[in-house]
């Protein structure tokens, strides 16, 4: 008489880049380069490139196919949510917005029951929540994966497109890099000097827990950690920064602290004099998540030549269509073996 055990497999979440090693990081980043050069393409205006070009388009991978990720949102979105939308479209399933008002999570119904509800019919839960304890409850009772959209303490995905976006850019930073590269290849980063000019929160956290474990040779930020600086001058965090960034004063949730935080941040607006009284490498470049608000940074800098936040809001896509493909597509934090990997890297070339 033969038997039969079942194993159940262990369902795969995703809270901050904490969770994962150097090496996913870095396949997760290189994945959704991948995904944009496949994409891209079957984005552009019909008859718009040339037949031959056509015939050897490939569609990028359809993980999601006939499949249903939960958008839920607890709190206004633009980029993650268009990410989400756009991203679910191009690997063949589609996303269902849940917003605050649409469902019973939090008047009538509890996380637990919500999570399981949820994941009895859609195939992972991308959740945008206010405390970090409500989507570490979601994912605690979640039959299927929970990616992090963002929560008070951690803010994942942002940081995954920052990093593409200073790959993609890595020749400004190095003048003998040569910045004719071919499109949607991957350029290897020097060691990066990141100052980051503001509040503490969600960005600055996930930064800390990722940046140095890369190949970034410090960060000049607001929080302590070791080869990280600290401090309550903005012109000191500049000095010697090829990078920086900063985010908003006054997150969701605290408006009712606007005067107080606006009083406390006098001095941090980053411009040109500020990171040239600061000493800030000459080709410094600026990066902020968005949406800005213009004592943050002015004019100059935001819609200047040094400012990379618009193909930084741009790569959000790439990187969570990269995440939904491997965490709600494969259940994995990790990418197909490297030698398909290789192989399709190669038949795309």
């Known amino acids: ?50 037949a ?26 633009t980029r993650t949510r268009l990410a989400a939308e756009t991203s679910a479209t191009l690997l063949g399933g589609r996303a269902l917005f849940l917003g605050k008002e649409d469902i019973q999570l939090g008047v009538n119904e509890t996380p637990r029951d919500t999570a399981r509800v949820i994941g009895g019919m859609c195939q992972g839960i991308f959740a945008r ?50 910045s004719s590269h071919p499109e949607y290849t991957w350029q290897d980063l020097r060691p990066l000097t990141i100052a980051y000019v503001g509040d503490a929160n969600n960005i600055l956290n996930d930064m800390l827990v990722t940046y140095p474990r890369l190949v970034l040779s410090r960060i000049q930020a607001l929080g302590c950690d070791k080869n990280i600086w600290w401090g309550t001058d903005p012109r000191e965090a500049v000095k010697g920064a090829d990078v920086v960034v900063t985010d908003t004063w006054i997150s969701m949730g605290q408006e009712a602290e606007k005067a107080e935080r606006l009083k406390a941040f006098e001095g941090y607006q980053v411009t040109e004099a500020l990171c040239r009284e600061g000493g800030a490498n000459p080709d410094w470049k600026f ?44 259940w994995s934090h990790g990418m197909p073996p490297k030698d398909k990997q290789k192989k399709e890297d190669e038949d795309d070339d």
């Open 1 to 50: 008489m033969a038997s039969r055990v079942a194993t159940q497999k262990t369902v795969p979440h995703l809270m901050t880049l904490a969770d994962l090693t150097v090496p996913q990081i870095e396949q997760t980043l290189r994945h959704s380069l991948r995904l944009k050069k496949l994409s891209k393409p079957w984005l552009e205006p019909q008859g718009s490139l040339p």
């Open 52 to 77: 031959k070009k056509v015939q050897k388009l490939r569609l990028p991978p359809q993980s999601l196919f006939n499949k249903t990720v939960a958008l839920l949102f607890s709190k206004r979105s």
């Open 129 to 178: 929540v206010g405390a970090h304890s409500e989507i570490e409850e979601l994912a605690k009772h979640s039959p299927v994966p929970v990616l992090n959209a963002l929560s008070d303490l951690w803010h994942p995905t942002q940081i995954l497109a920052d990093l593409l976006t200073l790959h993609e850019h890595a020749h400004l930073f190095s003048p003998k890099t040569s």
């Open 287 to 330: 990066m902020h998540c968005l949406p800005r608000k213009q004592n943050e940074v002015d004019d100059e800098v935001f819609y200047g030549p040094r400012s990379l936040v618009f193909p930084e809001a741009d790569n959000r896509k790439w990187t969570i269509m990269a995440l939904f493909d491997t965490l709600f597509g494969r």
